[in-house]
C-alpha cells in the first residue's frame, strides 16, 4: 500500500527519532535505514521541503529532526513524501457521477480510515513501544539499540 518512498521516509525518521540531539550524515542514514544511497537525497530532499528534518552542512553536519519524535506521525512523514491518494471525483471522468459511486466511495473510505490510523500515531510511540522488536535493530545488535531507543 505505501510508495518505495514512503516506507524510506518512515525508516529515516524512524532512525533520526532515536537520538534526536545529533545530526547523522546521509551515509551513516543509507547504511542504518538500508534505503539506497543514489534514492536517499530524494527522501531526504522531501522531507526537508516538508519541514520535518533539517540539513546542517560541513564538518558535524548532516540530518536531524526538527520536531520533537511525540509530534510527528506516520502521517506526517507519508505526507511529506508521497500522500496517500484520497477519491475525491469520479476516477473513470464520468460526468454523471456527480458524487462517487459505490465502489469508489467504499475505497476512498478505507483510505480515509488508513489516514486516520496513521494519524494516530506519532514516532515516539513506535519507539517507547513495548515490542522486543525494536525499529531499524537487527537482533545482533539488540543491546546497542536499545540504549539508543528513544530516551533510554
Not at 505505501?2 to 524512524?14: D, G, N, Q
Not at 537525497?41 to 540530518?63: D, F, H, T
Not at 537482533?139 to 536499545?146: E, F, I, K, L, Y
Request: aromatic content about 4%; hydrophobic content about 40%; some cysteine.
Amino acid at each position: 500500500m505505501l510508495s518505495k518512498t514512503a516506507e524510506y521516509a518512515l525508516r529515516i525518521i524512524a532512525c533520526l527519532s532515536r537520538e534526536t540531539a545529533l545530526a547523522e550524515r546521509a551515509d551513516t542514514l543509507a547504511d542504518q535505514t538500508k534505503v539506497p544511497r543514489r534514492y536517499l537525497n530524494k527522501v531526504l530532499k522531501g522531507l526537508v521541503e516538508a519541514g520535518l528534518i533539517a540539513s546542517r552542512p560541513g564538518p558535524g553536519g548532516g540530518y536531524s529532526l526538527v520536531k520533537s519524535p511525540s509530534a510527528v506521525s506516520i502521517l506526517d512523514v507519508v505526507n511529506a513524501v508521497d500522500p496517500v491518494e484520497r477519491i475525491r471525483h469520479c476516477p473513470l471522468g464520468l460526468t454523471s457521477h456527480t458524487q462517487l459511486c459505490p465502489l469508489h466511495k467504499e475505497l476512498d473510505k478505507a483510505y480515509a480510515a488508513t489516514e486516520a490510523s496513521f494519524a494516530s500515531v506519532t514516532m515516539e510511540q513506535l519507539l517507547k513501544s513495548d515490542s522486543t522488536v525494536i525499529p531499524l535493530c537487527d537482533g545482533a545488535t539488540h543491546n546497542q539499540c536499545t540504549a539508543v531507543k528513544l530516551g533510554t
